[in-house]
């Protein structure tokens, strides 16, 4: 158990529809980081957050946005939903603000658009 | 933007047997290289790193050789067990840079 949390597990929705995924780091770690992985597919950097400020940003479409909240927690929000947003959404956290070190991943979010 | 490049895609090998994944890189100014481990339905988890100073780590069975003036560093995983059966991403990282490779899935047959 890595301690990163990430809800919901699975999620199957449609085509135009948004989406929330949240992920709860590790006690005490400022980063939280998004990854997407599709089949096949590396692990795609998304964004990343540090103590409640984006610090670093990598292939995230517009129709992506993400935030993090005073108690660390985070939320990706993926919008206008296309068939190809199908994906394993991983959230990762470290105690550092740069990607130099353990990087601590969730279970993920399997989102599935139909 | 992929500058981590690795190989095979996938993997078999005989229970018993080595392991060996390849990563090459780009980006000079990496100064981080983790290889992650991943079973399915689970996230990634840091398996080994190095760093650039030295030329191996070995934590077990698991073994990292790095060759910069090549580029490339390796995974070898010695004695592989049905265990060890799993997708493994090569990464390089530098401050908030960090690059993964597409993943090798290996699968040792008992």
């Known amino acids: 158990d890595s301690g990163v949390t990430q809800t919901p597990k699975h999620l199957i929705t449609a085509t135009g529809q948004r989406v929330t995924l949240r992920c709860s780091p590790r006690?005490?770690?400022?980063?939280v980081y998004w990854y997407q992985q599709s089949l096949d597919q590396g692990l795609q950097f998304l964004i990343q957050y540090y103590n409640g400020e984006e610090r670093a940003k990598g292939n995230i479409l517009e129709r992506f946005s993400a935030q993090q909240f005073p108690d660390l927690h985070s939320e990706l929000n993926l919008s206008s939903l296309e068939l190809g947003d199908s994906a394993l959404y991983f959230c990762?956290?470290?105690?550092?603000?740069?990607?130099?070190?353990?990087?601590?991943f969730g279970e993920g979010s399997r989102l599935t658009v139909l | 933007q992929q500058q981590v490049k690795q190989s095979p895609q996938s993997l078999i090998v005989q229970k018993g047997g080595i392991s060996i994944i390849n990563c090459a890189y780009e980006?000079?100014?990496?100064?981080?290289f983790p290889w992650y481990q991943q079973f399915p339905g689970k996230g990634p988890a840091l398996l080994i790193a190095?760093?650039?100073?030295?030329s191996e780590k070995k934590e077990g069975r698991f073994t990292i050789s790095f060759n910069k003036s090549a580029k490339q560093f390796s995974l070898h995983i010695m004695d592989s067990q049905p265990g060890d059966s799993a997708t493994y991403f090569c990464?390089?990282?530098?401050?908030?840079?960090?690059?993964f490779g597409a993943g090798t899935r290996l699968t040792v047959k008992p």
């Open positions: 990464a390089a990282s530098k401050g908030n840079d960090m690059r």
């Open positions: 190095i760093r650039p100073d030295v």
């Open positions: 006690s005490g770690d400022l980063s």
């Open positions: 990762a956290s470290s105690p550092a603000g740069t990607r130099t070190g353990e990087l601590f």
């Open positions: 980006n000079t100014a990496f100064d981080y």
